[in-house]
């Protein structure tokens, strides 16, 4: 357990979660972002040398945006934070709050950079009536444009679990140079990214290439969301025996659904292959969402998920995760979230962590 003053510091962050200002400033120029600070708490099981705990993070990410043209926006991003919460603490393979925390924001990629998340350019195109295509370039992040998920999609306003933000065989980069194509017409959509990050796992520099076909269908449950996900990258990862470089290859599907006006499901499901070294070969998620209308509570929700990962070549048989939250809407800036996750790890030739995570987040948007 950790002393009063651990915990004393976690409930500090939290407060200061709750401190953002908002500024409105003309029509083409506008700042905003997002601060959100956490409190978690572990109490495992089956692992020798690992310590219940508990652990504060706070980050904050401010940004802004200017549009000179009614089809042009130049924007940028920031992140910083205090604390690194459970992440050094905690015996699991898979991250329980997959926020861009301190060390996350430190030599991002092996860059040396700190702090600048994205600066990027974009102009819109028209090509003709009910149909659009948007090109951006600079530092960009991936997951802005690729395995976008109603439901499951957003580490400070609904799961924490990095099962269940994005799909962790993916291998979706962060904040490095690259360019986004993003085309829609009616209800199909089409993105495409292409990056150079810096550095991986490895050491080495490598190019990524993401694609995604989307579909949306407006039914008598309401809208439903549907998307195919492929991705590569260039021949910069070694194999599990640490010798030969392969690409890495995954394809993933990602799906939301409205079930009328109280519930929505979502569910995730995909493989990538194994010629490079890779924790996670599958991926099986999903879960639902109940609207707080339920309750004569319009702005809550409540959302409980569950992620199966098969393991790779490495030393992961699989890997569960299960979530719940309840987040209790405050007012148009703030939000309270509760938050339990059961983990599991089934580990070749070490002792298996399982455990509970309680947690306790309040996110300021502005």
Known sequence: MKTLGTLGTGMLLLVL??????????????????IAGSMQCQRLYGKAGADNDCQGALPIQPEASYRPTEHDEMFIKFGFAIGNGLTDESPFVLAPWAADLHDGVNNINGSSRNYLLT????HTFIPRQGSSVD?????????DYLDENTYSNDEYRQFMNEALVNGPNTFLPSYDVGGALLWDTGSWSLRGVVMN?????????????????????QS?????????????????????????????????????????????AFLRFGWQ???AAVDYHGIWSGGIDIHGMSWMRGEDNIGLGY?????????????????????FVIDDYFALTADVQYMKDDL???????????GLRITSEF
């Open 135 to 143: 090109a951006t370039i600079g530092i960009i992040d991936a997951t």
């Open 119 to 122: 600066a990027w350019y974009r």
């Open 197 to 217: 990050v810096n550095e991986n796992d490895d050491g080495n520099e490598y190019l990524f290439y993401g694609a995604q076909l989307g579909y949306t269908l």
């Open 307 to 327: 992620a199966y990962l098969d393991g790779g070549n490495l030393g992961i048989r699989h890997s569960q995760a299960a979530e719940a939250y309840y987040r």
């Open 220 to 264: 008598r449950f309401g809208e439903g969301n549907y998307r195919v996900l492929l991705d590569r990258t260039s021949k910069d990862f070694l194999a599990s025996n640490g010798e030969s470089r392969h690409k890495r290859t995954s394809i993933l599907f990602s799906l939301d659904q409205q079930l009328g006006d109280l519930l929505g």
């Open 348 to 358: 070749r030739n070490q002792e298996n962590p399982a455990g509970f995570i309680y």
């Open 273 to 275: 292959d194994e010629s």
């Open 17 to 34: 979660g709750a401190t953002a200002v908002a500024y409105d400033l003309n029509e083409k120029l506008s700042i905003g972002g997002v």
